[in-house]
T-cell receptor
């Protein structure tokens, strides 16, 4: 079974430029998350989707960040314009709302998109 | 507001030792707690998930316990190996899907 797929893996951009990250969750997972992880810190939630609906975007800096999940499958996260402080790893994750034995509600992460803003 | 703390921040042990990583959380009203492993330059790999009604979970050399009333969880690693070297993160699910992470414990197992 394919895991959570993210692209690009690495991105270096100049400040004020736009950047976009793409995520394909595990097949059948209705819930999709975008997290941001700064160096030496744990991940922090940016936005959570249930199907195509954003149910928690309270931590998303809406002045420059946007996200969408058209058709309730793939998702994109965009930053425009990027700032130096946006340098971080952007992690996508997914989970199934239906318990499946011991792995019920387990959240699975992709390998992340590493952003450097210079 | 839920806060998750992990102690120690870093740990170095010789190969073969048994070790314990600690995680504490401030709000005991949780759905579950999950332990993850993160290798340098990689994403997070789920190790163990403990539901709020459970006391512990085991997978191979790993054993995770949960004491909701005291707001604590431990990850026990038996007979540590150099391949266990990584950052270990605990995360609490207390708002129906929103994981709150600790800062992680960076483990180094020396041959």
């Amino acid at each position: 079974e394919a895991g959570v797929v993210q692209s690009p893996r690495y991105k270096i951009i100049e400040k004020k430029q736009p950047v976009a990250f793409w995520c394909n969750p595990i097949s059948g997972h209705n819930t999709l998350y975008w997290y941001r992880q700064n160096l030496g810190q744990g991940p922090e939630l940016l936005i959570r989707y249930e199907n195509e609906e954003a149910v928690d975007d309270s931590q998303l800096p809406k002045d420059r960040f946007s996200a969408e999940r058209l058709k309730g499958v793939d998702s994109t996260l965009k930053i425009q314009p990027a700032e130096l402080g946006d340098s971080a790893v952007y992690l996508c994750a997914s989970s199934s709302p239906r318990p499946t034995g011991i792995s019920g509600n387990t959240i699975y992460f992709g390998e992340g998109s590493w952003l450097t803003v210079v | 507001k839920q806060e998750v703390t992990q102690i120690p921040a870093a740990l170095s042990v010789p190969e073969g030792e048994n070790l314990v990583l600690n995680c504490s959380f401030t709000d005991s009203a949780i759905y579950n707690l999950q332990w993850f492993r993160q290798d340098p330059g990689k994403g997070l790999t789920s190790l163990l998930l403990i539901q709020s009604s459970q006391r512990e979970q085991t997978s191979g050399r790993l054993n995770a316990s949960l004491d909701k009333s005291s707001g604590r969880s431990t990850l026990y690693i038996a007979a540590s190996q150099p391949g266990d070297s990584a950052t270990y993160l605990c995360a609490v699910n207390s708002q129906g899907g929103k994981l709150i992470f600790g800062q992680g414990t960076e483990l180094s197992v020396k041959p």
